[in-house]
Nanobody, 122 residues
Framework: QVQLVESGGGSVPAGGSLRLSCEAS????????LAWFRQAPGKEREGVAL???????TLPESLRGRFALSPDFRKNTLSLEIYRLLPEDTAIYYC????????????????WGQGTQVTVST
């Protein structure tokens, strides 16, 4: 089994920055894809960013410029930095992982963390 633990969430004023971290443990040696998703109150979970062991990264166009991904597959970690935070970034942020290549779709990921809350205040 694979365990994912997120950290770094909290309450941040609009315009600030935040760094989220995810660490995979357990049978994590062969993980191929790591990703971040988020779920805002009353909304569906959506993909934020994805990284693969062979160096590919995916970020939705609407998030580029404010979100930066730092994967380290030697340590099985995935960090996400968010700049110029907006109130609409308020959500629970989840780390997800897969043993093979998958796209940034909720249904394609087998392993999930418990999530970390990010609240952006105005």
């Amino acid at each position: 089994q694979v365990q994912l633990v997120e950290s770094g969430g909290g309450s941040v004023p609009a315009g600030g920055s935040l760094r989220l971290s995810c660490e995979a443990s357990g049978m994590a040696r062969d993980l191929y894809t790591l990703a971040w998703f988020r779920q805002a109150p009353g909304k569906e979970r959506e993909g934020v960013a994805l990284a693969t062991r062979d160096g590919r990264q995916t970020l939705p166009e609407s998030l580029r410029g404010r979100f930066a991904l730092s994967p380290d597959f030697r340590k099985n970690t995935l960090s996400l930095e968010i700049y110029r935070l907006l109130p609409e970034d308020t959500a629970i942020y989840y780390c997800a992982a897969s043993d093979w290549y998958v796209r940034l779709n909720v249904a394609d990921f087998k392993y999930w963390g418990q999530g970390t809350q990010v609240t952006v205040s105005t």
